[in-house]
C-alpha cells in the first residue's frame, strides 16, 4: 500500500498541526513561514482535508470512499466521517496504547500481530462495530515494539468508547465514538464543504 514517508515534522509545520496528535513527542523548533499568509476559502477546506488524511495516514482514493460512506449515513456528514476514521482498526490500536504512533499501529496490524474476534487481521482499514474485541496475537505479546509502547505510553488515556484490558492487551469496542471524543484539531465541516463543490 502506498504511503506518506516524507518527513514527519516538517508535514505537521506545513498543515500547522501538533505532532503528538500522531503519537510524536517531539517539536519543531522551525516556524512556518507561510503561516502569516492570507489563505483561501479552498486553500482553507484543501488543508483541512490534508491534516485530516494526514493523521489518519490515509491516501485519497480511500478518503473519498470514506467520505461517500458519510454522506450515506443518517447523521452529520463530518462527523460520520471522523467516527469512520476512528473505526479502523490501526487507530483502535493506537488508542489502545500498544503502538506509540498511528504508523507504528498501521505496521503492528499489517505485520499480523493483530486480531479482531480472534482472527488474525492484517488490513489496516478493517473497520471495527461495537461488540467487536481487538486484541493482540497470543504469540506476539512479548514484542518488544508492544512493550516499549506500554511502557511509554503509561499514563495515556483509552478513550471511554474501548474497555482497554492491559492484562489481556484486548480492548471491546463498546459504542461508536462520539465527536466530543475525538481530539484531532479539524474542522470536519470545510472537508464536506469542499467534496460537496
Request: proline content about 4%.
Amino acid at each position: 500500500m502506498a504511503r506518506s514517508n516524507g518527513p514527519i515534522l516538517k508535514r505537521c509545520r506545513s498543515l500547522d498541526i501538533d505532532p503528538t496528535y500522531l503519537g510524536y513527542s517531539k517539536k519543531s523548533k522551525k516556524v512556518n513561514k507561510n503561516s502569516h499568509r492570507k489563505v483561501s476559502e479552498y486553500g482553507l477546506q484543501l488543508r483541512e482535508k490534508q491534516k485530516t488524511k494526514f493523521v489518519y495516514g490515509v491516501l485519497e482514493k480511500q478518503f473519498r470512499k470514506y467520505f461517500e460512506m458519510a454522506s450515506r449515513k443518517k447523521g452529520i456528514t463530518g462527523h460520520e466521517l471522523l467516527k469512520i476514521l476512528e473505526s479502523r482498526v490501526d487507530n483502535v490500536v493506537f488508542r489502545m496504547g500498544i503502538a506509540n504512533t498511528r504508523p507504528q499501529a498501521r505496521q503492528l496490524v499489517t505485520h499480523g500481530m493483530i486480531a479482531v474476534n480472534g482472527n488474525k487481521v492484517d488490513i489496516a482499514s478493517y473497520l471495527v462495530k461495537p461488540g467487536d474485541v481487538v486484541s493482540v496475537l497470543e504469540n506476539k505479546k512479548d514484542n518488544p515494539v508492544i512493550k516499549d509502547a506500554i511502557e511509554k505510553g503509561a499514563g495515556r488515556v483509552v478513550p471511554e468508547w474501548l474497555d482497554f484490558d492491559p492484562k489481556t492487551l484486548s480492548a471491546k469496542v463498546l459504542r461508536e465514538v462520539n465527536r466530543e471524543e475525538i481530539d484531532v484539531p479539524v474542522e470536519e465541516h470545510l472537508i464536506v464543504e469542499l467534496y460537496n463543490k
